[in-house]
Nanobody, 124 residues
């Protein structure tokens, strides 16, 4: 069965860095679009970054230049390197699989098989 397990969250000061990981299992990871999402308390889940099966990446505007999404197909692992974290970045971060090989968009409705999430906290 398809499963995703996120890790790497934690608490950092503003300006700090974290690297999130998502280990996939139960399917051919290398063939699918993958995405990272976050959800702050009281807010809707939003897309942060996505990567197609071919390595093409896209980011939401407020993380461009600070976050880097990558994938290691040999390890079935999706990563999100987050630098220069700000008090606007905290939330529960989730990974999910896209509906196809190419990423059709960043909206959560274009993804399924959500992990349990990993919490990111940023103190000012």
């Amino acid at each position: 069965q398809v499963n995703h397990v996120e890790s790497g969250g934690g608490s950092v000061q503003a300006g700090g860095s974290l690297t999130l990981s998502c280990v996939a299992s139960g399917y051919a990871f290398r063939l699918w679009c993958m995405g990272w999402f976050r959800q702050a308390p009281g807010k809707e889940r939003e897309g942060v970054a996505r990567i197609g099966f071919d390595g093409i990446t896209e980011y939401t505007n407020d993380v461009k230049g600070r976050f880097t999404i990558s994938r290691d197909n040999a390890k079935n692992t999706l990563s999100l390197q987050m630098n220069s974290l700000t008090p606007e970045d905290p939330g529960m971060y989730y990974c999910a699989r896209g509906l196809g090989s190419d990423c059709a968009g960043g909206a959560p409705s274009h993804y399924n098989y959500w992990g349990q999430g990993t919490q990111v906290t940023v103190s000012s």
